[in-house]
C-alpha cells in the first residue's frame, strides 16, 4: 500500500485504539451527540413526512376551488354563479359544495360539517345519518351505530346516527370532519336552497388550470380563484416553517452540545496531555496528532450520527413521533393520529449533517490544534 | 423563508466559514507584520504554530463549503414547487435576485480556498516557508470572500417568498414573473460545443507544455477557467439538453438528481477537480518562483497539470457518452 | 557529526520567571562515540540534549548536523530530521500507558507510513534482541523497570537513528541493571551508532565506555570541550 494510505490506516487504527481506551468519557460525549442528532432528525424526518402525507392528499382535491367574497370575507355562492362557471371551456365538472365549522362545546373543539360531492356517489349520507372523522369519534366517544348530537349557534338540534368513522390514513385532513345529508345540513345551518359554500372546478388539462382560473375570475370578478398547486404550495412552506421554527428552538440544546464538545476536547486529562507528549517527544508531528484526533472526532460522529438517526427513524415511523405531535400538527384540538410513511432521503441527511456534524468538528478544531501543539520537549522537563 | 431546515443549515454554514476565516485573517495580518523564520524567539514558534491551525481551518472550509454548494443546489431544486412558475432550481435562485450571485460567489469561495491549499501543501514543502507571505496575503483576500458569500446568501434567503395564499388576495399568482429562460439556454449548440472542444484542446495542450514552461502553466491555469465557463454554457445549451432528451430543457441542476442517473455528479466533479488544479497551477506558475522551490516546481506543476488534464479529459467523456447514447438529435 | 555553535535557550522571554537555561554553549560531538553529560540539576543538561535532539529551537545559535544547519528549520522538518536521525531513552522511559510493548516499540513509526507487517516484524525481532520477547503482547504497565527500559530502547531503534539519546538512564535501576545498560551501550557504540548519555551517576561517568565527558554548570559548558 502506498505510504500515504497506510499513514492513514495507522492513524485510524490508533484513534480507534485511543477511543476504545477511555470508554466512559468517549461513550458519554456519544449518548450526548447522539441524542441532539436524535432530537433534530425527528423533527426533520417527521416534518418531511407530513408534508407528503399532505402533498399526496392534496393531489386528490379539485384543481380549482372558487369562492365568493364580499368585502374582502368569504361569501355564499348563488346557483347562478355555478351556472356561469359551466359554460367555461376546459372545466369537465363544476361542483358546488356545502361545508361549514362548527364549534361543539361536548367535544371542545372545532369540526368541519360537510355534505359529500354529488359527483361521488359511494361517500353519499343518508338523511339523519353521518360519518365522522376518527379525531370527532374519540372527542365524542363515538362508535358505528351511536348517535351523534349536535347544536348549531342560533339553536338548531340535529340528531343523527353514525354510520362509519373515516379510516386513519386520511386522518391528516379528516380527522375534524362531519359528513351530513344535504338537507340536514340545510336545515341546521339555516341555509336556503341555491346557495353554496364554494364551488369546485374540475379542470381536464392541468395544463390548463391557470387559464381556466384566469377566465373564471373574468366572469366571476367578485370571486377568487385558488388553484390545487397553491394549496400545495401553501401547506408545504407552511409544515416546512413550522419544522424550520421547531429547529430553530433546538438551536439552545445544539448550541450547549457545541460547548459540551469544545470543553471536552479542551480539557483533556493529564494521562491524555502525557501521551501527546510522548508522541510529540518520538517523532509524530504537529500535523501527525491533529490528524489523529481528527480521526478520532469523525469517528465519535460517525457512531453518534448513525446511532441518533436510526433512533429518531424508529421514533418517528415505528412510534408516530409522540414527542413532537403538537408542535407539528395542530391547528386544531383534534390530533389525527397518523402512521407515517417511512422514508428518507439525501437532502435531510446532508441537512442533518451540516447541522449536527460540521458544528461539532468546529468546536473540537481549536482544542486538538492546541493539544497537537504541545512542545516535544514538555516530556523532559 | 429562513425557517427551513435546509436554509438554517446552509445559513449556520456560512457563517461559521465566515466567522474563522475572520479571525484567521486577524492572524494572518499578524503574521505578515512579525514574521521572522530565523528567529527562535517564542513569538516566532507561536507563529509557526498557529499557522498549522489556520491550515486545518482552511481545509474545514473548504469541505463545508464544498458540501454547502451541493446541498444549496439541491436545496434550490427541492425549493422549486413553492414559488410559482419555478419548475426546478433554477426557478428558485430567479426567485430572488440574490440567487445566482449566491451560486457565483459560492463557486468562487470553493476555488479561492482550494487554490490556497494547494499552495499552502507547495510551502509546507519547502525548508524556509518560500511562499508564506503571499499564501496569507491571500487570506486578507479569501476572508472577505467567504463572508461576502455569506451575506449573499443570508440576503437571498431573507429575500425570498413562497407563493403562498394570503387571504385577502384575489388575484392569480404568475403574472409578471420574470422569464426563467436566458442567454445561455438560447446559445447555438453547435457553437457551444465547439467552444468546449476547441477550450479543452488548448487546455490539454497547454498542460502538457506546463511542467517545462512557466508561461504555459500561467496560460493553463487561464484555459482552465475558460474552459469551466464554456463547459457551463455547453452543459446548458446542448449536454443537458441531449441527457434529458428535451430540446427545451436547459436545467444545469436537473442532470444531478436520481431520475437521470446522478450523471450530473459524473460531469461537475471531474469539472470542479480539474479546474481547481488546473488554476492553483497557473497561481503557482504566476507566483515569483522562490529559489527553494526550483528544483521541487516542476514535479508539483506535473502532479497539478496531470489533475487538471485527467480531470477535463473524464468530464469531455462523460458529456460524449451521454450525447452519443442521447436519442435525441439536437445538431442534425 | 553534530556541532553547536553559541547556542542559547531562554524560556518565559521577556516575562517576570524567565529563565537562561544556556548561555552560550560550543561543543562538537563525534560520530561513533559515547558521550556523556554530567552536572547537577539545573545545569542545563537536559535542555542542551532537547536542543541537540532537535525537540526544541535554540534561542540563539546554530546546529549543524552532518553539515546541515537544522536549528532554523520549520517545525516539520525537524521533526523529520529528528524521526531519521535520533532515538530517545526518556528518564522515566515515558511509555504510553494501556499500549502493549509491541505496540510501544511500533509507534514512532506509524506516521511514516511503514507497512504493517513490516514493522510488526521489526519491532518484535527488536524485543527479542533484548531478551524480551515473551513480554511483547503485555500492557507496559505491567513491566519492570529493567524490562520498561528495554521496552524504551527498542522503540528509540525502530527507525535505525544514527544517534541515541539517553536522559539519566540509570536513575531508577539497580546495579545489575546499570550493568546490563552499560552493555547495551557499548553495543550501540560498536555497530556504528553515536550514543549521548545525560547523567551524574559515577557507574556512568567513569564506565569504560565513555569516550567524552563534559561536564556543566549554570547553563555552561565547564570541562570536556574538545
Redesign the interface.
Known amino acids: 500500500m502506498h505510504p500515504a494510505l497506510e499513514r492513514r490506516r495507522h492513524l485510524l487504527d490508533f484513534a480507534v485504539r485511543s477511543l476504545a481506551r477511555r470508554p466512559t468519557k468517549n461513550l458519554g460525549l456519544v449518548v450526548v451527540y447522539a441524542l441532539v442528532v436524535f432530537l433534530l432528525a425527528s423533527v426533520m424526518l417527521f416534518g418531511a413526512a407530513i408534508r407528503r402525507e399532505a402533498s399526496t392528499m392534496l393531489a386528490q382535491g379539485p384543481e380549482i376551488t372558487a369562492q365568493a367574497m364580499v368585502m374582502g370575507r368569504h361569501d355564499l355562492a348563488r346557483t347562478a354563479d355555478v351556472e356561469a362557471l359551466r359554460g367555461l371551456r376546459g372545466v369537465r365538472r363544476v361542483e358546488p359544495r356545502l361545508w361549514g365549522y362548527l364549534w361543539d362545546s361536548a367535544g371542545a373543539a372545532n369540526y368541519t360539517l360537510m355534505v359529500p360531492p354529488a359527483s361521488d356517489p359511494a361517500r353519499r349520507v343518508a338523511k339523519g345519518k353521518a360519518v365522522v372523522g376518527e379525531g370527532v369519534a374519540r372527542a365524542r366517544k363515538l362508535a358505528v351505530g351511536k348517535m351523534l348530537f349536535l347544536v348549531s349557534p342560533s339553536g338548531r338540534f340535529l340528531r343523527t346516527t353514525v354510520t362509519e368513522i373515516l379510516p386513519a390514513s386520511t386522518a391528516l385532513v379528516s380527522s375534524d370532519l362531519v359528513l351530513l345529508e344535504e338537507s340536514d345540513f340545510r336545515a341546521f345551518f339555516e341555509l336556503p336552497a341555491g346557495v353554496w359554500t364554494d364551488v369546485a372546478l374540475v379542470v381536464a388539462n392541468p395544463a390548463e388550470v391557470k387559464t381556466v382560473a384566469e377566465k373564471a375570475s373574468l366572469r366571476l370578478p367578485g370571486f377568487r380563484f385558488v388553484t390545487r398547486a397553491d394549496m400545495a404550495r401553501t401547506a408545504e412552506a407552511l409544515f416546512s416553517w413550522r419544522e424550520g421554527l421547531a429547529l430553530a428552538l433546538l438551536a439552545g440544546a445544539l448550541l450547549a452540545f457545541v460547548i459540551l464538545a469544545f470543553d471536552k476536547a479542551s480539557g483533556l486529562s493529564a494521562e491524555e496531555k502525557r501521551e501527546i507528549g510522548i508522541l510529540k517527544a518520538i517523532g509524530w508531528e504537529t500535523s501527525d496528532v491533529i490528524a489523529l484526533k481528527l480521526w478520532e472526532g469523525g469517528l465519535v460522529s460517525g457512531f453518534a450520527f448513525l446511532i441518533g438517526v436510526v433512533a429518531a427513524w424508529g421514533h418517528v415511523f415505528l412510534f408516530s413521533a409522540g414527542l413532537f405531535e403538537p408542535v407539528l400538527k395542530g391547528w386544531s384540538t383534534l390530533y389525527p393520529r397518523l402512521a407515517l410513511e417511512p422514508s428518507i432521503d439525501a437532502l435531510e441527511l446532508a441537512t442533518l449533517g451540516v447541522l449536527t456534524v460540521v458544528p461539532y468538528i468546529a468546536a473540537i478544531l481549536v482544542p486538538v490544534w492546541r493539544t497537537a501543539s504541545t512542545d516535544p520537549d514538555a516530556v523532559m522537563r | 423563508m ?9 445559513i ?2 456560512s457563517a ?1 466559514s465566515g466567522t ?1 476565516l475572520a479571525a484567521s485573517a486577524g492572524f494572518a495580518a499578524r503574521l505578515l507584520a512579525k514574521w521572522d ?2 528567529s ?3 513569538r516566532q ?1 507561536g507563529l ?2 498557529t499557522t ?2 489556520v491550515s ?2 482552511v481545509a ?1 472550509v473548504l469541505v ?1 463549503e464544498a ?2 454548494l ?2 444549496f443546489a ?2 434550490a431544486d ?1 425549493m422549486a ?2 414559488f ?1 412558475g419555478a419548475m426546478c432550481a433554477v426557478g428558485s435562485l430567479n426567485a430572488s435576485p440574490w440567487g445566482f450571485p449566491t451560486l457565483w460567489a459560492k463557486i468562487v469561495v470553493f476555488f479561492a480556498a482550494f487554490v490556497w491549499l494547494v499552495i499552502d501543501r507547495v510551502d ?1 514543502r519547502t ?3 518560500a511562499l508564506i507571505r503571499v499564501k496569507y496575503a491571500g487570506l486578507l483576500i479569501l476572508a472577505p470572500l467567504v463572508l461576502a458569500e455569506a451575506g449573499l446568501e443570508l440576503a437571498y434567503f431573507l429575500d425570498l417568498k ?4 394570503t ?4 388575484k ?3 403574472e409578471g414573473k420574470p422569464d426563467i429562460g436566458g442567454d445561455l439556454a438560447s446559445l447555438d449548440p453547435r457553437l457551444a460545443l465547439g467552444l468546449l472542444g476547441g477550450g479543452l484542446a488548448v487546455a490539454v495542450g497547454l498542460g502538457l507544455a506546463a511542467p517545462r514552461h512557466r508561461l504555459a502553466a500561467v496560460l493553463h491555469g487561464l484555459a482552465a477557467v475558460a474552459v469551466f465557463g464554456f463547459a457551463l454554457a455547453a452543459i446548458v445549451a446542448a449536454i443537458g439538453p441531449y441527457i434529458y432528451e428535451q430540446p427545451h430543457h436547459h436545467c444545469p441542476f436537473c442532470i444531478l438528481k436520481r431520475e437521470y442517473g446522478h450523471v450530473g455528479f459524473a460531469l461537475y466533479l471531474p469539472l470542479f477537480l480539474a479546474t481547481g488544479a488546473g488554476l492553483a497551477s497557473g497561481v503557482l506558475a504566476a507566483l515569483p518562483p522562490p529559489a527553494s522551490l526550483a528544483a521541487a516546481m516542476p514535479t508539483v506543476q506535473r502532479r497539478l497539470t496531470r489533475v487538471s488534464i485527467g480531470g477535463f479529459l473524464l468530464f469531455a467523456l462523460v458529456a460524449g457518452t451521454a450525447i452519443g447514447r442521447s436519442g435525441l438529435a439536437l445538431l442534425g | 557529526m553534530i556541532e553547536l555553535s553559541g547556542l542559547t535557550k531562554v524560556y518565559n522571554q521577556g516575562r517576570p520567571n524567565q529563565v537562561e537555561a544556556l548561555r552560550g554553549v560550543d561543543l562538537a560531538i563525534a560520530d561513533g562515540r559515547v558521550t556523556v553529560l554530567r552536572g547537577p540539576s539545573g545545569s542545563g543538561k537536559t535542555t542542551l540534549l532537547t536542543l541537540i535532539g532537535c525537540l526544541a529551537r535554540p534561542t540563539t545559535g546554530r546546529i549543524r548536523i552532518d553539515g546541515e544547519t537544522v536549528s532554523g528549520l520549520p517545525e516539520r522538518f525537524l521533526t523529520q530530521v529528528r524521526r531519521r536521525t535520533f532515538g530517545f531513552v526518556f528518564q522515566r522511559f515515558n511509555l504510553v500507558r494501556g499500549l502493549s510493548a509491541l505496540d510501544n516499540v511500533m509507534l514512532p513509526a506509524l506516521p511514516l507510513g511503514v507497512a504493517h507487517r513490516r514493522l510488526k516484524e521489526k519491532a518484535f525481532a527488536l524485543l527479542d534482541h533484548f531478551g524480551i520477547a515473551e513480554r511483547a503482547g503485555l500492557a507496559v504497565e505491567s513491566l519492570s523497570g529493567g524490562e520498561a527500559q528495554r521496552v524504551a530502547i527498542a522503540r528509540a531503534l525502530i527507525n535505525d537513528p544514527a544517534v541515541v539519546i539517553a536522559d539519566e538512564p540509570t536513575a531508577s535501576l539497580d546495579g545489575e541493571r546499570v550493568g546490563q545498560f552499560i552493555a547495551i551501550a557499548d553495543e550501540l557504540k560498536r555497530s556504528g551508532k553515536t550514543v549521548l548519555i545525560t547523567s551524574h551517576d559515577p557507574r556512568i561517568t567513569r564506565a569504560a565506555i565513555v569516550d567524552t565527558l563534559v561536564t556543566m554548570a549554570d547553563g555552561r559548558i565547564v570541562e570536556g570541550t574538545p
Not at chain 2, 413562497?162 to 395564499?165: E, L, R, V
Open positions: 429562513i425557517f427551513h431546515p435546509p436554509i438554517l443549515a446552509l449556520g454554514a461559521l474563522v523564520p530565523a527562535g524567539s517564542e514558534i509557526e504554530r498549522y491551525l486545518t481551518v474545514f463545508v458540501v454547502s451541493v446541498l439541491f436545496n427541492r414547487p413553492l410559482v509546507n525548508r524556509d516557508y413562497a407563493d403562498t395564499i387571504s385577502c388576495c384575489g392569480l399568482f404568475g
